[in-house]
């Protein structure tokens, strides 16, 4: 097992979908940052040696990542609602917010507009 930012992580799996897997780290920042510490792209993390594991730690503890990325989404959202724009009105009321069509199939994103809290769906 591989320790990276306090996950556990098997020694099988690729270092692109351990850093994948964290909340704010997509294919294009995981792939430059693999390509800082010179890691292949088809790399396992129980070939990487122990020193850049470190350091890869050392990366992602700088960057905004997790609990931090996911509050900076809801203060972007909060104060669109605050404001009263169309969009804040949009989330508040659980309706698709980029102008997708409401007519038919807005279930996906009346369940993405909403966050889970205790077992039960609520709007933001």
């Known amino acids: 097992m591989v320790l990276i930012m306090g996950v556990n992580f098997h020694e099988k799996k690729l270092v692109k979908k351990a850093l994948e897997s964290f909340y704010g780290l997509g294919p294009q920042l995981s792939a430059r940052i693999m390509a800082k510490y010179t ?16 350091a890869l730690t050392t990366e992602l503890s700088t960057m905004t990542i997790e609990n931090d990325a996911r509050r900076i989404v809801q203060d972007n959202i909060k104060r669109l609602r605050d404001m009263g724009t169309y969009r804040g009105r949009r989330h508040a009321m659980g309706l698709p917010v980029r102008g997708q069509r409401t007519r038919t199939q807005i279930e996906t994103a009346r369940k993405l507009n909403c966050l889970e809290r205790g077992g039960t769906y609520s709007k933001i």
């Open 39 to 54: 890691i292949h792209p088809l790399a396992r993390l129980g070939t990487v040696p122990p020193k850049t594991i470190t």
